[in-house]
């Protein structure tokens, strides 16, 4: 990958001991592997440094440590900030590959994208070609961690960008330097930590920042923030996506049970994707991996058809067979207002009798009882039978759902209560945020289960 001395040059920090190669970089001794360079982060809570020493013994080529720290290891890459060095490392690695670097943000479906994205560049390429962010690496550490994967058999590079904080997205795409941004949409996810849309949209929007003047801005003409986001791209190529008329890649969808057809056309042509991925929502997210996908030259044949066949993400509407002949909806990967409100979208769509599993919805600020009552009402008009609602903020979910709705405060309550509700023409949607696990909803009672 490279010596360390070329490493410490990068974040301007200070080898102390032998120069050696090292081939990746690690963050965590408990996965460490010989030749690895290992960073020692510091938090609140932990400090990395105190796990020098059990790197080295394990094999690392090096370690970075904040200067001062209590750590006698070597060949030691001493820094100001390992955190911040780990940024600097993953640029100047970056800047070795002359191959298109995608970045995409929003508030809901940036990982969807992101991994449609993927599939279309996979077909394009070959099927280990394209770096795409793994599991939750979409912050300041793990954004970075992504970028220093980065091979020489890659052809392209997809990160997913994740923020809480105005300034965080700033950070993370002036270290990637993309040729292609996207913000997919700014909605009511983390509107407790920015106070209003709009503030989340501004904070989104920072992710053109990194881009050059070549550089490709992929814009949602469907979110009412999309003159905004214009305005921070004159000069720079923009490539337009959804269903409004005018649009560089404009939709049309028709809806089915379970999937439906998005009818497609662009400056290359016309497609015509059956989706197997349900919902308006995940048509529209589909408009914006074609997009990111034409931006960089791939052929829209070649783009739909790698559509086509997208399954989708475990604990996104996925549908799982239940006890007693039931259906669940997996949806319990998270939770906010706008992705609960295209989850009932698609339970509305669905045969026979549909419940509602709905846990908390997090980082909703002062708004969250209002809201969670909100989605109870929508609940209701979207011909919920049943709500079963778990923790303290979806008992005002369920107080506005009215008749049918029940609250719970245990799991095994709940747990209880819905496999008695399973039969075979009941479909049941499960969501919440993700400190809510409502997976074990899913698991406790599908098929097989018990």
């Not at 791939?298 to 790698?306: G, H, K, R």
């Not at 819905?418 to 949607?429: G, I, W, Y």
Request: overall charge negative; glycine content about 12%; charged content about 20%.
């Amino acid at each position: 990958m490279m010596h360390l001395s070329e490493a410490a040059a990068a974040v301007g920090g200070k080898l102390a001991g032998q120069d050696r190669e090292f081939f990746a970089v690690s963050t965590d001794t408990r996965t460490i592997h010989a030749g690895d360079l290992f960073i020692a982060l510091k938090g609140a809570n932990f400090d990395g440094a105190g796990f020098a020493e059990k790197a080295i013994a394990a094999g690392a080529a090096g370690v970075m440590v904040n200067a001062g720290a209590q750590s006698n290891a070597v060949p030691a890459i001493h820094v100001e900030d390992a955190r911040l060095a780990l940024g600097r490392l993953a640029s100047h690695w970056r800047k070795r590959f002359r191959i298109p670097v995608i970045a995409i943000t929003g508030s809901n479906g940036k990982t969807t994208v992101k991994e449609m994205t993927a599939a279309i560049l996979r077909a394009a390429s070959r099927p280990d070609g394209v770096l795409a962010t793994e599991g939750n690496l979409n912050n300041d550490i793990g954004c970075p961690q992504m970028m220093l994967r980065l091979r020489e058999a890659h052809a392209y590079a997809v990160l997913e960008m994740g923020m809480n904080h105005p300034g965080e997205i700033r950070y993370l795409t002036h270290l990637a330097s993309p040729d292609v941004a996207l913000v997919n949409n700014a909605q009511s996810a983390h509107i407790g930590m920015l106070g209003s849309v709009r503030a989340i949209a501004e904070a989104k929007g920072e992710i053109f920042e990194g881009l050059g003047a070549n550089g490709t801005a992929i814009i949602n003409a469907d979110d009412p923030h999309a003159d905004y986001w214009r305005s921070l791209n004159a000069g720079r190529r923009m490539l337009s996506f959804g269903f409004a008329t005018g649009a560089d890649v404009r939709g049309e969808y028709q809806a089915a049970e379970f999937g439906g057809t998005l009818n497609v056309a662009c400056s290359q042509g016309h497609a015509s994707i059956a989706l197997q991925v349900p919902g308006e929502h995940n048509a529209r997210n589909a408009l914006a991996a074609l997009a990111c996908a034409l931006a960089v030259n791939v052929d829209l044949q070649t783009a739909a058809a790698a559509l086509a066949g997208f399954t989708g993400i475990k604990g996104r509407l996925q549908r799982i067979a239940a006890l007693h002949g039931g259906l669940f909806i997996d949806d319990t990967y998270n939770a906010n207002p706008d992705s609960a409100r295209a989850a009932l979208a698609v339970l509305a769509r669905q045969p026979g009798y549909k419940y509602f599993v709905l846990g908390n919805m997090g980082e909703l600020g002062d708004e969250a009882p209002a809201m969670h009552a909100q989605i109870g009402l929508a609940a209701r008009e979207a011909g919920v039978e049943r709500l079963f609602g778990l923790g303290d903020l979806a008992r005002e979910a369920v107080r506005a759902f009215g008749a049918g709705g029940m609250h719970y405060e245990r799991i095994e309550e709940l747990l209880a209560d819905v496999e008695n509700a399973l039969a075979p023409d009941v479909t049941v949607l499960v969501k919440g945020s993700r400190a809510m696990q409502m997976e074990r909803v899913v698991k406790s009672l599908s098929e097989g289960a018990h």
